[in-house]
């Protein structure tokens, strides 16, 4: 894909991911609408993987650690032809396969159960160990929250990965500032991500999570480093998109509709303004059946 048709793929997976919340009632907004350009960037352009065919031995592994951002990987999955787009409006509902928390078991192309925040990154270590011994060259995955940096198993996690030098695993931190019970600096402060990675002896590239050029360059150097995990330190923006939501840590856990917050718009009319946003590219308004 062009950069402008990875742009506009992910505009619409933040579109899906307004609807799939709206449609719930319930569920996470910032985080996924944050990382829509880099699960977009993963899906339609760095890893390897066949939609189809969800348990290819030779595809490559996503592990998603703060998995209550899930609607954006449900997203992107549909959009890339692992299930139909229709059945994003289940989300969260009784009898789904997509639950609030990805489930393994429930739905094919899911390499984890995620939920308890600080697991993802050791789950991914021994993945990615255990593909190592099998003689596998499929790289993993995992991103990562920074709000959940604060647990220490991702620390004893991040030990194990340098150890073993385990040159096939990427952890791509959200670095975006808020979790939600406000800023990541207030809340305990992380101090400098990329220092402390370094310090754990991983490799560390810092990116504007934004940048499809970056996201794309990082992911291709991270594969050429060969004795080192690779950590990369993403910058995005919460809520990316919708101008009411972007930086405000209040939206963490909340869909449009439910919280009124100091310049958001009316319950009722901001689901329709959020995709009015959205749908908002370069001045020019994409229809509703584009």
Known sequence: MTHKQLELQAEQIREDIVKMLVEAGSGHSAGPLGLADIFTALYFEIMEHRPKDPDWAGRDRLFLSNGHCVPVRYATMARSGYF???????????????????????????????????????????????????????HVYVVTGDGELDEGNIWEAAMFAAKYKLSNLTAIVDRNYIQIDGSTENVMPLGDVAAKFAAFGWHVIEIDGHNFQAIIDATNLAKAIADQPVAIIAHTIPGKGVDYMEYDYHWHGNPPGTLETPGAPPLKDQARIALHELRTLGGQIRSEHE
Do not use: C, N, W, Y
């Open 84 to 138: 139909p787009v229709s059945e994003l409006a289940t989300l969260r509902k009784f009898g789904s396969r997509l639950q609030g928390h990805p489930e393994r078991l429930r739905l094919p192309g899911l390499e984890s159960t995620s939920g308890p925040l600080g697991s993802g990154i050791s789950q991914a270590a021994g993945h990615a160990l255990a593909l190592r011994m099998d003689g596998s060259r499929s």
